[in-house]
């Protein structure tokens, strides 16, 4: 079935994320970064309740109430965190596992088996099938450094490294992230005017939520690597068409930064009609896998 035809050029706002999966209930890993249509640099944004730090049911809430932006806003919204697990190279997504076979049942699943864990942490599910994960140097006996079907093209292409949801070794792993970026997409489910890129066919609605790599973003503003320097993320943001004046504090963090980009980027590229209509993006892999936004 073909998804139905996107008004691909009337956003009117664009927010990168960039997401964590660590424990606690305030994250210095979860930056929020909001940019209008224009020219305008993105700009961070704080929680509403004040705090420093934003947790992740406090960005649950503040993407389903609309994020402040008004009636007539359309906002489309990247988060820098996997919304699925491998299924198409085994047809399932853990192998010896009585696990729902699409990526709804999938969020509901993850939910379940997390409901002790706070603040939408994913710990419970990495618990219940330890076996299929690599921990620290505990190796589940069904481990397998599995790809989704996005992921192993990001990483052909050239457009950054991907690692495996079931590394959990290092810094560089997705895996607790993207169980927690689960649990809040079983929630935004459930949100009438959210739409859920490219799991929902009718994304005519006030907000349109997708996954994006934020790595890949980077390279298509001419960096390479983590934004040490202020200096590097203006030149980014000019080479995405962000011309006015980048406020975001004299203590920029790789996530800060992160979001900024992401936020600039999707305004660049949003009505790009090839990204929405992705070759490799099946029927299958659109029920069960989900996609990258921007990667072809």
Known sequence: MEQAELSYSNFTHFVGIDWTGAKGRAHAGLAIALCAVGEGAPKLISPPSGKRRWSREEC????????????????????????????????????????????????????????????????????AHAEHYLRGDIKGARYSRRMRVAERLAVDSGAGPCESVFHLVGPSQVGLSGLSTM???????????????????????????????????????????????????????????????????????????????????????????????PAGLSTMVRRTEGWVFGVE
């Open 60 to 127: 649950a809430a503040w993407i389903s109430a609309g994020m402040g932006l008004g009636e007539g806003a359309r906002a489309l919204v990247g988060l820098d965190s996997s919304f699925g697990m491998p299924f198409a190279d085994e047809e399932t997504y853990l192998p010896g596992a009585p696990l729902p076979a699409d990526v709804r049942g999938l969020w509901a699943h993850v939910d379940t088996l997390c409901a002790g864990d706070a603040d939408l942490y994913g710990g419970g599910f990495v618990d």
């Open 183 to 277: 649990r809040m997409l079983h929630r935004l489910n459930q949100v009438p005017h959210v739409a859920l890129w490219p799991f929902d066919e009718d994304l005519e609605k006030p907000v349109v939520v997708v996954e994006i790599y934020a790595a890949a973003f980077a390279a298509l503003a001419g960096h390479k690597g983590k934004f040490r320097r202020r200096e590097d993320l203006k030149s980014a943001l000019l080479r995405l068409g962000a011309t006015g004046p980048l406020r975001v504090g004299g203590d920029m963090s790789d996530h800060a930064a992160d979001a900024v980009i992401t936020a600039a980027a999707l305004r660049n590229i949003h009505d790009v009609r090839k990204y929405w209509n």
